[in-house]
């Protein structure tokens, strides 16, 4: 059992915007500001979209924001596009170890 | 642009030792504040980090994921620019594509600290452990 806990799948039409969370099962995994986000297609690495809760890496588009609240944190993607079709993944740490989350399936209609 | 490329066999046999190393380009491997890792992705499945190496002092600083720790070791190759992962011991249960990954740190002060993100992966190299 993953130390993060993201809902299997979620979906949305073109244009809408979508919400996935991501939240902590063991104590402190999302205490710190440490979360980030991870963009994977079919068959590619995966890109990082989000760092440190809401900081976006040069090249990301404005439409990706992330936020926390407590033990949860959240990825946003407003105005989805074709492109977004992809697994998302959260990742924090415990101590020293980095954690990621089971990963949440967009599908967009 | 640091980019990352992973290298080795893609086929090991059960109870033998996966190697695998992972060539840097675009900069340089002993920066400091860098910590060079290795994850890895069970076949449709999600990501598992196996631990780091960052060069400290002349020399190479790791820590391994607690469940892996006894069959994991992480070096570094400064003169040839790569860093890589042997696994020990490997099962069926070890069969994943493995990555190469760069997680950026803050230095301040003479100390640098993890920021447990990574900015730059490779493109993920598949290992089978069969037979």
């Known amino acids: 059992q993953s130390a993060l806990t993201q809902p299997a799948s979620v979906s949305g039409s073109p244009g809408q915007s979508i919400t996935i969370s991501c939240t902590g099962t063991s104590s402190g995994v999302v205490d710190y500001n440490y979360i980030s986000w991870y963009q994977q297609h079919p068959g590619k690495a995966p890109t990082l979209i989000i760092y440190e809760v809401s900081n976006r890496p040069s090249g990301v588009p404005d439409r990706f924001s992330g936020s926390k609240s407590g033990n949860t944190a959240s990825l946003t993607i407003s105005g989805l596009q074709a492109e977004d079709e992809a697994d998302y993944y959260c990742?924090?740490?415990?101590?020293?170890?980095?954690?990621f989350g089971g990963g949440t399936r967009l599908t967009v209609l | 642009q640091v980019q990352l490329q992973e290298s080795g066999p893609g086929l090991v046999k059960p109870s033998q030792t996966l190697s695998l190393t992972c060539s840097v380009s675009?900069?340089?491997?002993?920066?400091?504040?860098?910590?060079w890792s290795w994850i890895r992705q069970h076949p449709g499945k999600g990501l598992e980090w196996i631990g780091y190496?960052?060069?400290?002092?002349?020399?190479?600083?790791?820590y391994y994921n607690p469940s892996l720790q006894s069959r994991v070791t992480i070096s570094l190759d400064t003169s040839r620019h790569q860093f890589s992962l042997r696994l020990s011991s490997v099962t069926a249960a070890d069969t994943a594509v493995y990555y190469c990954?760069?997680?950026?740190?803050?230095?301040?002060?003479?100390?640098?600290?993890?920021?447990?993100?990574?900015?730059?992966w490779g493109q993920g190299t598949l290992v089978t452990v069969s037979s």
């Open positions: 990742s924090s740490h415990t101590s020293s170890n980095v954690v």
């Open positions: 190496i960052s060069y400290i002092l002349y020399s190479g600083s790791t």
């Open positions: 990954a760069r997680e950026l740190g803050l230095c301040s002060g003479g100390s640098c600290y993890r920021q447990y993100f990574f900015d730059q």
């Open positions: 675009g900069g340089s491997i002993s920066s400091a504040g860098h910590y």
